[in-house]
């Protein structure tokens, strides 16, 4: 005997959709909430640093800080010279605040920090200064200042 089988027309319950209509507007709130509340664990990238350059010589740059998130700490921060596209490193950084005193130097690859600025309080301010000595510094080097902790976006100038 051959079984016929009833085709039903019928659609998703109205309280299952209603569910399901639910049920997805709040995942779609939740994931706004997390994204609006930068609860996920991305970190922020501050804008790059504004740099002026103020004098040169044959192994020193000068660099006025012109402009600055509030957040630009000097922690776990790099600075390179690019020759002919070739990085090289750099033998010190010092960096002076606003009004000319020491805040912290960079050499042999560890921060120094003057006395009443540590890793939470140094912090490249418009105005600072920074002074970078290598071997040789030319016109044409491309300087680089970046940020480890993402405290700034990578900053470049090329040197005159």
């Known amino acids: 005997m051959k079984r016929i089988w009833k085709k039903r027309d019928e659609g998703v319950s ?3 959709a209603t569910i399901l209509m639910v049920a997805i507007t709040v995942v779609l709130a939740a994931v706004l909430y997390v994204m609006v509340m930068n609860l996920g664990g991305i ?45 090289t490193g750099v033998d010190n950084v010092t960096v002076f605040t606003p009004s000319g005193s020491e805040m912290a130097w960079y050499s042999d690859g560890a921060w120094t920090y003057a006395d009443g600025f540590d890793t939470d309080t140094a912090k490249f301010n418009v105005g600072a200064t920074v002074l970078i000595t290598a071997s040789a510094i030319s016109s044409g080097d491309v300087l680089t200042i970046s940020s480890g902790q993402n405290y700034f976006m990578p900053t470049s100038l090329n040197v005159n």
């Not at 044959?58 to 921060?77: F, H, N, Q, R």
């Open 43 to 87: 970190d922020k990238i501050e804008k790059p640093l504004g740099l002026n350059q103020q004098f040169k010589t044959s192994t020193t740059v000068s660099l006025l800080i012109s402009s600055a998130s509030s957040g630009a700490l000097i922690d776990s921060t790099a600075v390179s010279i690019t020759k002919s596209g070739v990085p």
């Open 14 to 16: 109205p309280v299952i």
